[in-house]
């Protein structure tokens, strides 16, 4: 999907939680404020694929390109491809294991503003929190980043730098320090 396109990356099930449908609902915006250089690349499988088609308007159908199931090796691919990941889940996030997985691919993240996301985006750092349930909001955000290629590539660096503090080696040793800790209150 390299080819000058603006490319938003969706990963995520098809049902409501997640918010599709809110990212769908951003397209005529999108359509009107990027001139039609955009695409919606939509990575993953559910039970509501064809209402979240049905929301698509006609002539911006060409817009969204559903690759379906992606297997967990090829997901780094997805996110490489993509100027920016997207997800306007609705809320019910424990953590932002995606966000992480994109920020550690180098892409900057636009995302709802809920708790779970607001553990591991710091806004304008790694990406922008948007409030959840508002196309308008997420619009005006993948706008932002697409009209700001420098601002993409400054988040992309701090998001990489985020995501290392959540790779194994960084948390096999907070965890072996909590466990130092607890042996030496035991033994003193």
């Not at 090796?73 to 809320?91: E, F």
């Not at 607890?182 to 003193?188: A, C, I, K, S, T």
């Amino acid at each position: 999907y390299r080819d000058g396109t603006f490319n938003i990356l969706y990963v995520g099930r098809m049902d409501p939680r997640k918010g599709a449908k809110f990212l769908f609902g951003a397209l005529p915006h999108l359509e009107t404020a990027l001139n039609g250089k955009f695409r919606v690349i939509v990575v993953g499988t559910g039970w509501m694929k064809k209402y979240f088609d049905a929301l698509i308007p006609l002539k911006l159908r060409s817009r969204v390109k559903f690759a379906g199931y992606a297997s967990p090796d090829d997901l780094p691919k997805y996110y490489r491809t993509a100027d920016v990941y997207c997800s306007p889940a609705t809320g019910g996030e424990s953590f932002g294991i995606v966000l992480i997985e994109a920020m550690a691919c180098g892409t900057p993240v636009v995302a709802s503003d809920i708790e779970g996301y607001r553990w591991v985006i710091e806004p304008g750092r790694e990406g922008l929190l948007v409030p959840p349930r508002s196309p308008r909001h997420l619009a005006n955000a993948l706008v932002e980043l697409a009209n700001h290629p420098d601002r993409r590539a400054a988040m992309s660096q701090a998001g990489r730098a985020t995501a290392m503090q959540y790779s194994w080696p960084a948390v096999v040793n907070r965890i072996e320090e909590v466990y130092n800790r607890v042996l030496d209150q035991r033994r003193g």
